[in-house]
């Protein structure tokens, strides 16, 4: 049972290139999450899922889409890569139950150039 | 004004010692409240729950006060495992959760 895990774990872009991030889990959770964390900030929702084929902005979406084709896999995508884009995202899941714990992957370390 | 505030820190502790954290959260119409951990580096992983009557878990007691909003983490002696950032946690009422920027424990020997 690994969880939730996210690849990649390190990547470097130039300004302007696009990415993918994959965030994977086997729980058989409902609800799945994309978060970015930066210095001083917290964690920031950037888009959400309350189910397979669904999604939802959060409080940072602006230069993200997401896409949950199927239930375990919600990938987080980058069009064209921006500096201010620079942070550590976090993917989580949770079952969707009150009150709903969410379970972490272990992030990936985006830098912008 | 921030949905969920919390002191920085650095709270610098001796082993052994007690260290209270303290919580405020905006919205009246959260239902659900967590403290979560997050080490250097590393995602944030479920601490406890924070029910209405408050609730312990070995050395760790959370207590929620919905009247005046805000939540609090007591930590009894604490340990060099101890230090790490303390994240209040509080659900926004639509289907997610709103994390505060965190506490950070320093627990020294």
């Known amino acids: 049972n690994a969880g939730v895990t996210q690849t990649p774990k390190f990547r470097v872009l130039k300004t302007g290139q696009s990415m993918t991030l994959l965030c994977a889990q086997d729980?058989?959770?409902?609800?799945m999450y994309w978060y970015r964390q930066d210095p001083g900030m917290g964690l920031r929702l950037i888009h959400y899922s309350v189910g397979e084929g669904t999604t939802a902005k959060g409080e940072v979406p602006d230069g993200y889409n997401v896409s949950r084709l199927k239930k375990q896999n919600f990938l987080l995508g980058l069009e064209s890569a921006a500096p201010s884009q620079t942070s550590v995202y976090f993917c989580a899941s949770s079952p969707g139950t009150v009150p709903d714990t969410q379970y972490f992957g272990p992030g990936t370390r985006l830098t912008v150039l | 004004r921030k949905e969920v505030e919390q002191d920085p820190g650095p709270f610098n502790v001796p082993e052994g010692a007690t260290v209270a954290f303290n919580c405020t959260y905006s919205n009246s119409a959260s239902q659900s409240f967590f403290w979560y951990r997050q080490d250097c580096r590393k995602e944030p992983k479920l601490l406890m729950s924070?029910?209405?009557s408050g609730n312990e878990d070995g050395r760790f007691t959370a207590q929620l006060n919905r009247a005046s909003q805000y939540i609090s983490l007591l930590i009894r002696d604490s340990k060099l495992s101890d230090s790490a950032t303390y994240l209040c946690v509080v659900d926004t009422g639509r289907r997610a959760l709103t994390f505060g920027s965190g506490t950070r424990l320093q627990v020294q020997p």
């Open positions: 729980m058989n959770h409902e609800y």
């Open positions: 924070v029910y209405s």
